[in-house]
Each structure stands twice: as structure tokens, then as C-alpha cells.
């Protein structure tokens, strides 16, 4: 019994290429992904109170941009993937990753099984990881002392 994924048919390239462009053309900041700043509001002779709304809400999309915008980035990569015939190959293993896979997340770049793996040595460094940037903030307090 084999249990490898097989190659992406021509259709199912095609499917999957589609949706990583409707996914790419719904994001709200898409059109801006390639300029590196939005235009922030900072409406003049606001007091204090709404400066600190107007950062609140700027931070937030900040946020929110930079999300999308890391979103995109993955998206065009994937689409230049296509390019190159090397879409639906896992980026570990190289083998390919599989069709439903594909369709509930198209822009990934490893096969289920590496994912897994990867998802493993992370957590499984979490307790290092998270001593880690507590000392930094003590490292922070004590410069700021
Ligand atoms: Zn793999």
C-alpha cells in the first residue's frame, strides 16, 4: 500500500492557482501591499483624548496591514511557485502535498506530515523560547532602572 500524494493534475493546478488570486484580490490592503506606507489620519488640532483614538485605531490597522500584508507575501510566493513547476511541492521532503491540503490552505509550503513535525520541535522548545524573552524584558527594566 502507498500512501505518497500524487502529482496535482493540470485542473487541480488550476483550481488552486485561482484561488490563491481570489485570495490575494480579497484582501483589503492588496492594492497597497507593494507601497510600504498607508496613508495614517493624524487630523490636526485633535485633543488628547482623540489623538490617543486616532493612535489606537492607527496601531490597529497597522496590525491588521501587516498581517495582510505578510498574508500576500505568501501568496505571491506560492503564485510564483507555479511558475517555476514547483507548486505543491513540500518544501522539507520535496514530496508533494496533497490535493485537500492544497485547497483548505493554499499557500502551504510544507506536506502534512513535515508540518506536523515542525509543529512539534516548536512546542517542544516553547518552555526555552518563553524564558528566553522573559529575561529580555529584565534586561529591559533593569537598563530603564
Ligand atoms: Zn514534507
Redesign the pocket.
Known amino acids: 500500500m502507498s500512501d505518497k500524494a500524487r502529482a496535482l493534475t493540470k485542473k487541480q493546478l488550476e483550481t488552486l492557482k485561482n484561488k490563491l488570486i481570489e485570495e490575494k484580490n480579497g484582501l483589503v490592503f492588496s492594492d497597497q501591499v507593494n507601497a510600504s506606507n498607508i496613508e495614517l489620519s493624524k487630523p490636526e488640532g485633535s485633543d488628547e483624548v482623540e489623538q490617543s483614538i486616532t493612535d489606537y485605531t492607527n496601531s490597529h490597522l497597522l496590525r491588521f496591514r501587516n498581517r495582510e500584508v505578510f498574508y500576500a507575501k505568501k501568496i505571491d510566493k506560492a503564485l510564483k511557485k507555479f511558475e517555476m513547476d514547483e507548486f505543491g511541492l513540500?518544501s522539507?521532503?520535496g514530496?508533494w502535498i496533497r490535493f485537500e491540503r492544497l485547497l483548505a490552505r493554499p499557500t502551504a509550503e510544507?506536506?502534512i506530515?513535515?508540518k506536523e513535525e515542525s509543529e512539534r520541535d516548536e512546542s517542544n522548545s516553547f518552555t526555552g523560547r518563553q524564558s528566553k524573552s522573559l529575561g529580555k524584558v529584565l534586561d529591559l527594566t533593569g537598563m530603564m532602572a
Request: with cysteine; glycine share 0%; charged share 25%.
Open positions: 513540500c522539507d521532503c514530496e510544507m506536506c506530515q513535515c
